[in-house]
Nanobody, 123 residues
Framework: QVQLVESGGGLVQPGGSLRLSCQAS????????MGWYRRAPGKQREFVAI???????NYADSVKGRFTISRDNAKNTVYLEMNNLKPEDTAVYYC?????????????????WGQGTQVTVSS
């Protein structure tokens, strides 16, 4: 199986910055994409950013120019650098991956979710 663990959330003032990390672990063969989603209070989970192997990043319009997604393939880790944070960025941020892993000697596709990390933007 493949598991994801996020870290880096916290409380920050408007205009501040935070960096989220998400590391994949388990019997990983390959990871084709890793991304970030968020769920604000009272709202549905929404797409934030994604980075695919061999391709460029994609962002939600609401975070373009402020957030940067990057990936360290050697560490199976994806990062989300968040700058100029706004109160409306307050949410639980979740990591997601499209991965292939070994299961009893065979390759299997996994799309795990992390447990989420809270980001609160408030003065």
């Amino acid at each position: 199986q493949v598991q994801l663990v996020e870290s880096g959330g916290g409380l920050v003032q408007p205009g501040g910055s935070l960096r989220l990390s998400c590391q994949a672990s388990g019997s990983i063969f390959s990871i084709s994409a890793m991304g970030w989603y968020r769920r604000a209070p009272g709202k549905q989970r929404e797409f934030v950013a994604i980075i695919r192997s061999g391709g460029g990043p994609n962002y939600a319009d609401s975070v373009k120019g402020r957030f940067t997604i990057s990936r360290d393939n050697a560490k199976n880790t994806v990062y989300l650098e968040m700058n100029n944070l706004k109160p409306e960025d307050t949410a639980v941020y979740y990591c997601n991956a499209d991965a292939t892993g070994w299961f009893i000697g065979e390759l299997k596709n996994y799309t795990p979710w992390g447990q989420g990390t809270q980001v609160t933007v408030s003065s």
